[in-house]
């Protein structure tokens, strides 16, 4: 089964990670929905830089984007 998810983020939110050292890092979760690393933000977000707004876009695995339009009923 297929789903489409819309998300409409840019960047990705910033979180303090403590490892098992009691080091502090900061991390960047995924917004855009893009990273191939989720739950964590990989820079896959800049593609989505130049899209217009009000523009809907599905992006393929290979990378490529491409704009459509759904239909809810
Ligand atoms: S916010 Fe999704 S890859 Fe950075």
Redesign the pocket.
Known sequence: MARVIMKD?????KVQVVDDEGNTRLR????????S?LP???????KTEDEEEGVLYRYNEDGTREECSIQIE
């Open positions: 983020a840019h960047a990705s939110h960047g979760i995924c917004m855009c929905g893009l990273s690393n964590f933000c990989n820079g896959s977000h800049r």
